[in-house]
């Protein structure tokens, strides 16, 4: 069969685009495969910055980003949905961000195939959809409304945590411990039970949406229970074996597949200070790099205590990183406190000691990448769900809050920086990391699909 045109769509969060969306320009760029990405008008430069086409959402989601989906009480205010609901808050972010938009992102996947089948008569197309772009779980049921040039096989691309049920793991989100012996599975099955009684009310808004689409049978869908990642034929991780929890249950075609590639600049990154962090090792300094991500970026949880915590430390360097341009801090800063506005973590992170985030897996998997101990503190998104993966492979400590009182940040941050035993863990996986060939695997996965649809 000849080579498809690959058909990318990606949950539009810098997030999760910024991996997928490398992933992509590999498979293009290094590996010589047609790639189109499904995206809002926000993401636009930097895919066709990439060599990719092009595609928009359309209708009611075509203006999704950061803001639009982070603006939580817009959303609880437009769509009467109770503010107070007995959730992780990992959980209603995922509620806000992916049900409502549903038959949007559908109806824009639909109007993606129709303008390549149209502008390309005769080619094949095979979609390869992030895990949280609900929109693609229509797919194989609706396969037959869309034009033949569709494959009927589908990738999925994780690139946080999966949220698939086991019989060995709580639901996403749930800080109880791992545990394999029967009575730990015998606690995972009732907090499973548990589960399904606490979301039923967005499990029945996800069925209904997805029955919005032309999705006749919804029964066995349950909200974070895994559906939109096994709509798809096969499911390619990003990250290392040892940074998943051993499961029993992985579903067919599940495939842990790498760190998505570092890419880091020829050039300096222009701060004044910089060639401070290049010195730092010479001078017998370690760099504490310290951020909150692009979205969560309020700087009195984690970023102001670092530095204040690290202030009178002589033989410390912090570097702080607001994740918006153009951002300030309004602050007088310790001497030995340095800050940037927007900063690659592929830039820095090489020339880190320490680094202090909230949890996000992108962030997360750029530790491992450069091998750099962290500690971790966020409470949202995946973010807990990243945390208990650090605590357990031993790259790091896990505060599990978004808000840490200074005296657990300062412990932990001394714990980190003093015990070799978190540096030793974090070069091992740097090594695990290097071994595996990320986009490759993802490349042998599409090979793989395309000989079963001969």
Same mark, same amino acid.
């Given at each position: 069969?000849?080579?498809?045109?690959?058909?990318?769509?990606?949950?539009?969060?810098?997030?999760?685009?910024?991996?997928?969306?490398?992933?992509?320009?590999?498979?293009?760029?290094?590996?010589?495969?047609?790639?189109?990405?499904?995206?809002?008008?926000?993401?636009?430069?930097?895919?066709?910055?990439?060599?990719?086409?092009?595609?928009?959402?359309?209708?009611?989601?075509?203006?999704?980003?950061?803001?639009?989906?982070?603006?939580?009480?817009?959303?609880?205010?437009?769509?009467?949905?109770?503010?107070?609901?007995?959730?992780?808050?990992?959980?209603?972010?995922?509620?806000?961000?992916?049900?409502?938009?549903?038959?949007?992102?559908?109806?824009?996947?639909?109007?993606?195939?129709?303008?390549?089948?149209?502008?390309?008569?005769?080619?094949?197309?095979?979609?390869?959809?992030?895990?949280?772009?609900?929109?693609?779980?229509?797919?194989?049921?609706?396969?037959?409304?869309?034009?033949?040039?569709?494959?009927?096989?589908?990738?999925?691309?994780?690139?946080?945590?999966?949220?698939?049920?086991?019989?060995?793991?709580?639901?996403?989100?749930?800080?109880?411990?791992?545990?394999?012996? /029967?009575?730990?599975?015998?606690?995972?099955?009732?907090?499973?039970?548990?589960?399904?009684?606490?979301?039923?009310?967005?499990?029945?808004?996800?069925?209904?949406?997805?029955?919005?689409?032309?999705?006749?049978?919804?029964?066995?869908?349950?909200?974070?229970?895994?559906?939109?990642?096994?709509?798809?034929?096969?499911?390619?991780?990003?990250?290392?074996?040892?940074?998943?929890?051993?499961?029993?249950?992985?579903?067919?075609?599940?495939?842990?597949?790498?760190?998505?590639?570092?890419?880091?600049?020829?050039? /300096?990154? /222009?701060?004044?200070?910089?060639?401070?962090?290049?010195?730092?090792?010479?001078?017998?300094?370690?760099?504490?790099?310290?951020?909150?991500?692009?979205?969560?970026?309020?700087?009195?949880?984690?970023?102001?205590?670092?530095?204040?915590?690290?202030?009178?430390?002589?033989?410390?360097?912090?570097?702080?990183?607001?994740?918006?341009?153009?951002?300030?801090?309004?602050?007088?800063?310790?001497?030995?406190?340095?800050?940037?506005?927007?900063?690659?973590?592929?830039?820095?992170?090489?020339?880190?000691?320490?680094?202090?985030?909230?949890?996000?897996?992108?962030?997360?998997?750029?530790?491992?990448?450069?091998?750099?101990?962290?500690?971790?503190?966020?409470?949202?998104?995946?973010?807990?769900?990243?945390?208990?993966?650090?605590?357990?492979?031993?790259?790091?400590?896990?505060?599990?809050?978004?808000?840490?009182?200074?005296?657990?940040?300062?412990?932990?941050?001394?714990?980190?920086?003093?015990?070799?035993?978190?540096?030793?863990?974090?070069?091992?996986?740097?090594?695990?990391?290097?071994?595996?060939?990320?986009?490759?695997?993802?490349?042998?996965?599409?090979?793989?699909?395309?000989?079963?649809?001969?």
């Amino acid at each position: 069969m000849a080579r498809p045109i690959l058909l990318f769509c990606c949950h539009p969060l810098t997030g999760h685009v910024t991996p997928v969306l490398r992933i992509a320009a590999g498979l293009h760029q290094q590996r010589g495969w047609r790639v189109a990405f499904l995206s809002s008008a926000f993401f636009r430069t930097r895919i066709e910055a990439a060599g990719l086409q092009f595609l928009p959402l359309v209708d009611s989601v075509e203006h999704l980003d950061d803001n639009s989906l982070f603006d939580r009480s817009s959303l609880v205010t437009m769509r009467g949905v109770a503010a107070d609901e007995d959730l992780p808050q990992s959980v209603t972010d995922s509620r806000h961000q992916t049900l409502y938009a549903l038959p949007g992102e559908w109806t824009s996947l639909r109007k993606a195939i129709q303008t390549l089948s149209s502008t390309n008569p005769g080619e094949r197309i095979l979609v390869v959809s992030e895990a949280f772009y609900y929109g693609a779980m229509p797919l194989k049921s609706l396969l037959a409304d869309l034009p033949p040039s569709v494959l009927p096989s589908s990738l999925c691309v994780s690139i946080t945590a999966p949220a698939i049920r086991s019989v060995d793991l709580p639901p996403f989100g749930n800080l109880a411990p791992f545990d394999q012996t /029967p009575e730990g599975r015998e606690r995972t099955l009732a907090l499973w039970d548990g589960w399904m009684a606490k979301v039923a009310p967005l499990t029945a808004v996800l069925q209904v949406k997805l029955e919005q689409t032309g999705v006749k049978d919804t029964s066995s869908v349950v909200f974070m229970g895994g559906s939109n990642y096994t709509c798809h034929d096969a499911i390619a991780q990003t990250g290392v074996p040892s940074f998943e929890f051993p499961r029993s249950d992985m579903p067919a075609g599940f495939r842990i597949v790498g760190i998505v590639p570092p890419v880091i600049s020829s050039a /300096p990154p /222009p701060y004044p200070w910089w060639n401070e962090v290049v010195m730092a090792r010479e001078q017998g300094r370690k760099v504490v790099v310290v951020a909150q991500g692009t979205v969560e970026t309020e700087p009195t949880e984690l970023i102001l205590p670092t530095m204040r915590l690290l202030a009178d430390t002589p033989d410390v360097l912090t570097v702080a990183i607001l994740g918006v341009r153009g951002a300030t801090l309004k602050a007088d800063l310790p001497t030995n406190s340095r800050v940037a506005d927007y900063l690659s973590y592929d830039a820095i992170l090489p020339y880190a000691s320490l680094w202090v985030h909230n949890g996000g897996y992108g962030a997360t998997m750029h530790g491992i990448a450069h091998g750099v101990p962290m500690v971790i503190a966020g409470d949202t998104q995946d973010k807990p769900e990243s945390g208990k993966r650090v605590a357990y492979c031993g790259i790091g400590l896990d505060l599990k809050t978004a808000r840490p009182t200074d005296e657990t940040l300062g412990a932990a941050i001394k714990e980190v920086l003093g015990d070799e035993k978190f540096a030793a863990t974090a070069k091992a996986m740097q090594a695990e990391a290097a071994s595996m060939d990320c986009v490759g695997n993802v490349e042998e996965m599409i090979l793989q699909l395309l000989d079963k649809a001969k």
